[in-house]
């Protein structure tokens, strides 16, 4: 980290700088006026602060497919914003229905290019900082759809798949992956989640990621 410069009145320190004098606890500033906090926070701690995170997840049990999706996408979160970015932390899926036999499945996730507004699904969005849910609308920044068309853009499994037990539970288990802002969703693109494994009966899911709107620049 000791190529990472934070600035306090407009004066670079080290990293190493504000650890040594045990962290700095005033605002420190960049050279543009904006706000920057200390290297001792935990990452996403300053942006969950502001209000930025939310996560989001399916209201409805589904069948697991047993194939890699491809049109279907049975959580599409919709970036309908103009000057910002959704960058996505992490993904999870729960297994709520389970049946006592092997069985193995992935979180699956895309994010589609450019494409029109899905049809709404309204479901909420929970902060990240204890702010109010937001429930969207067809209009809104962020539009939800459940079980939607897509084009296929590249779906793959993220995570590590857990061991399933042969023993039948209500729920069995939920598990997520870090992603940490390599799945990041432009404006009029869409974030897509499914689950897929060997089993599509007697077995129900949930599913969901966590994400921030983010003012970046967009290449």
Avoid at 26 to 43: H, I, K, Q, T, W
Avoid at 44 to 51: L, N, T
Avoid at 97 to 103: G, K
Avoid at 169 to 185: C, E, H, K, Q, Y
């Amino acid at each position: 980290m000791s190529n990472q410069y934070f600035y306090e009145r407009g004066n670079p320190r080290t990293t190493e700088q504000n650890i040594a004098e045990g962290g700095i606890v005033e605002p420190l500033y960049f050279p543009d006026g904006s706000r920057g906090v200390n290297a001792v926070l935990p990452p996403f701690a300053e942006i969950s602060r502001r209000g930025d995170g939310f996560t989001v997840g399916t209201t409805t049990l589904f069948a697991a497919l047993v194939a890699v999706p491809t049109t279907t996408a049975i959580l599409e979160v919709y970036n309908n914003s103009t000057d910002k970015l959704m960058v996505v932390s992490d993904l999870y899926a729960i297994h709520v229905l389970s049946t006592a036999v092997v069985q193995g499945y992935g979180i699956y996730a895309m994010v589609t290019t450019s494409k029109a507004v899905p049809t709404l699904t309204a479901l909420n969005l929970y902060s990240l900082s204890g702010k109010a849910i937001v429930v969207p609308t067809a209009a809104s920044e962020i539009v939800t759809g459940v079980g939607t068309t897509v084009v296929d853009n590249g779906w793959r499994p993220y995570g590590n798949s857990p061991s399933f037990s042969l023993e039948a539970a209500t729920p069995s288990m939920g598990w997520s992956a870090n992603i940490d802002g390599r799945l990041v969703v432009p404006p009029r693109s869409s974030m897509c989640m499914h689950v897929a494994g060997s089993l599509a009966t007697a077995s129900a899911w949930q599913c969901g990621f966590s994400a921030y709107m983010v003012e970046l620049p967009q290449e």
